[in-house]
């Protein structure tokens, strides 16, 4: 059991600890220095990552994957939580409790990335547990306001029964079929109604994190209650650690004829109720955290369709690096206006703040998947592995939803433009804040212009069989 094996989360928890150590001695107006550990273990981390390349094999006594879903784990939660904590300092300048923010971070981090290398449901548990308990503490980091609070209540709670579901799952899953294992697992045929019924309740814990239905009710309330740098923490990296787990675990069970069709009706529902919800909304934060719903719903896409399409697990990933550059764009503009999120606030901002309006429309349209953006490829890249996969009424379903979400982006760009604006020339945090949603932003153009040979020949991704 080497321990370089775990190089990545060990640079994320020493650096976790440095960040705590360091906001100790710190004097309150330093506790921005704490970010240095913070993005110098993450940097470490991201390097460590290619450590295994090419690889597919277990570690940690199997329950531990390191292979092509581990890596593409590691590498995008590396980046969009480092994102994500370079908006931390300006927004927690007069925070008592700032330094601990990087430190909370991390660990959660480490749980979204243990989610997607878990090799067993017990490990598995673990991650998800690490995830949510330092998830709530984040969302309610604001203790003094209301919505905070709210936001990190009903995390809490329906985290907590999601929890609970998934460690029933386990426990009913591991009764029927003997082993916590996943390689011993995958040579069980799961028949019985109570195996089955664990296998449902696995997936419906998983959902929570994924923030798809029914689990996905806390992530409108956490967009516009937590902290923007958590908001954006909280609606990306956990998404990313969970779809991958779902996936790996999906595999599994290949000829399971109730798991894939739960998760394509989990789609549906998902991507439905997140545009339903977000046509009504008149705060920006909200809309955001709706749509962030509705993209799960396309995420889940290509978990039903695990290994009936070859491309299946490429496009998923290409899909979380396009919703995560995306979305933390248009949460990195939010901090950058310091906050405002009432549509009335955007009206005229194409005016008087044309390149943080810029970098919000093409956030938005790379969300709807506008061509030539990199959500356009990652889009296009889901509807066909799910018609590959058998499920074209999945993939009409999701055509006919990212056209119904034109109208409530709409509803935040139209007015950017052709309103007036009502006091002037907005505040902003700062250029630190700004220049993480522009380079997002470039990010989103570039990268979808040059994704053409991706469409083409897929992308290899060394997996566990």
């Known amino acids: 059991m080497p321990v370089s094996d775990l190089g990545p989360e060990i640079a994320l928890i020493t650096g976790a600890i440095a960040a705590l150590l360091l906001a100790m001695v710190l004097p309150q107006r330093r506790q921005g220095w704490c970010l240095a550990p913070a993005l110098a273990a993450l940097a470490v981390a991201g390097v460590r990552a290619f450590a295994h390349v090419n690889e597919a094999r277990l570690t940690f006594s199997g329950v531990w994957a390191l292979d092509g879903i581990t890596l593409w784990a590691r590498l995008l939660i590396v980046v969009a939580t480092a994102l994500c904590l370079i908006l931390a300092p300006r927004w927690f300048e007069t925070d008592r409790r700032h330094g601990e923010f990087y430190t909370m971070v991390l660990f959660s981090a480490l749980g979204a990335i243990a989610m997607a290398a878990a090799a067993d449901l017990m490990q598995l548990v673990m991650a998800v547990l690490l995830s949510s308990i330092t998830g709530y503490v984040l969302a309610a980091w604001h203790r003094d306001w209301a919505l905070s609070v709210e936001a990190g209540m009903k995390y809490f709670l329906i985290g907590a029964l999601a929890n609970a579901l998934l460690a029933i799952g386990v426990i009913f899953l591991m009764g ?46 956490v967009a516009e209650g937590a902290p923007a740098p958590a908001a954006a923490f909280l609606t990306i990296v956990p998404k990313i650690g969970a779809a991958l787990a779902l996936y790996r675990l999906v595999q599994l069970f290949p000829e399971q004829d109730m798991l894939r069709p739960l998760i394509a009706a989990l789609s ?5 109720m997140g545009n339903l919800a977000a046509l009504w909304q008149d705060d ?45 764009t248009g949460l990195a503009v939010v901090a950058h206006l310091r906050g405002r999120t009432a549509l009335g606030d955007y009206a005229g901002l194409g005016r008087t703040r044309p390149l943080i309006t810029a970098a919000l429309i093409v956030s938005f349209l790379s969300l709807i998947g506008i061509p030539p953006l990199i959500g356009f490829v990652g889009k296009l890249g889901l509807f066909i592995v799910t018609i590959d996969g058998g499920y074209t009424w999945l993939a009409l379903a999701a055509v006919l939803n990212t056209v119904a979400s034109l109208f409530y982006y709409a509803r935040v760009i139209a007015p950017m433009y052709f309103a007036n604006a009502h006091d002037g020339r907005p505040a902003t945090l700062g250029w ?5 949603a522009v380079f997002c932003a470039v990010a989103l153009i570039g990268v979808g212009l040059v994704s053409g040979p991706y469409l083409t020949h897929g992308a290899g991704i060394v997996a566990l069989p």
Do not use: C
């Not at 955290?289 to 995420?299: D, K, L, P, R």
């Open 432 to 436: 630190e804040v700004g220049a993480v």
């Open 284 to 328: 920006v934060r909200r809309l955001i955290g709706w749509s962030s719903v509705s993209q799960s719903g396309y995420a889940l896409m290509a978990v039903a369709v695990a290994d009936l399409s070859t491309h299946a697990l490429p496009s998923l990933i290409w899909f979380l690096a396009a919703y995560a550059l995306a979305n933390l």
């Open 176 to 221: 029927m079929a003997g082993t916590s294992d996943y390689a011993a697992l995958k040579q069980v045929e799961i028949t019985s109604p109570l195996g089955l019924t664990g296998l449902a309740l696995i997936v419906t814990g998983l959902a929570f994190k994924l923030g798809a239905v029914p689990g996905h009710t806390w992530v409108p309330d």
């Open 268 to 272: 549906l529902a998902t991507m439905t």
